[in-house]
């Protein structure tokens, strides 16, 4: 079992920078892949970034690859989201996942989720 609370968001202009923090409890979180994904009013749940469970392998969504950088730290438990030169497209609420092995590929590879953090870029 796996328990994800995410902090971080808020209200940043455009351009700005914010930085999600995901706070996993549970003796599996070092063996296996996290990610992080996003879902805007009246639109699905998408992918946004994964992590292997070393670290060592990340993956992004074309819409935030070179803005967004997820990165964890297996000692704390924790995994974060890094989102520079943040867009208004970029609002959505943020939800940190736990996948069921080291690597995911899909979102049906991810068994455990957070409640979610607000994220709001003004333009």
């Known amino acids: 079992q796996v328990q994800l609370v995410e902090s971080g968001g808020g209200l940043v202009q455009a351009g700005g920078s914010l930085r999600l923090s995901c706070a996993a409890s549970g003796r599996t979180f070092s063996s296996v892949a996290m990610g992080w994904f996003r879902q805007a009013p009246g639109k699905e749940r998408e992918f946004v970034a994964t992590?292997?469970?070393?670290?060592?392998?990340?993956n992004y969504a074309d819409s935030v690859k070179g803005r967004f950088t997820i990165s964890r730290d297996n000692a704390k438990n924790m995994v974060y989201l890094q989102m520079n030169s943040l867009k208004p497209e970029d609002t959505a609420v943020y939800y940190c996942?736990?996948?069921?092995?080291?690597?995911?590929?899909?979102?049906?590879?991810?068994?455990?989720w957070g409640q979610g953090t607000q994220v709001t870029v003004s333009s």
């Open positions: 996942a736990a996948a069921r092995a080291s690597w995911a590929r899909s979102t049906l590879d991810y068994e455990y």
């Open positions: 992590i292997s469970r070393s670290g060592g392998l990340t």
